[in-house]
C-alpha cells in the first residue's frame, strides 16, 4: 500500500500525525512533510485512518493490487 499526499493543499491541520505520527511526519511549521509513504507491512488500517482524518482530504490510499493483477 501507498500513500500520496497532495502536499502543496495541506493547511497543517496535523489530524493525520495525530492518529499515526509515525506513518504521517510534520515538518517543523506543522504541516505534513512527505508526499509520498510507502505503508509497512501491519500499519495498512492505521495508514486508512490517517487519511480518512484529513479535513482537506488530500492524502490518498493506493492499495496494493492483488497478487496476479496487472
Known amino acids: 500500500m501507498k500513500i500520496r499526499i497532495e502536499k502543496a493543499s495541506c493547511v497543517g ?6 492518529v499515526a505520527p509515525q506513518l504521517f511526519p ?3 511549521d506543522g504541516y505534513i512533510a512527505v508526499s ?7 500499519q495498512e488500517q ?15 490510499v493506493e492499495e496494493d493490487a492483488p497478487d496476479g493483477a496487472p
Do not use: H, Q, S, Y
Open 26 to 28: 510534520l515538518d517543523d
Open 36 to 42: 509520498e509513504i510507502d505503508v509497512p507491512p501491519g
Open 13 to 18: 491541520n496535523a489530524r493525520c500525525a495525530a
Open 46 to 60: 492505521l495508514a486508512r485512518r490517517g487519511a480518512r482524518a484529513c479535513p482537506e482530504r488530500i492524502i490518498v
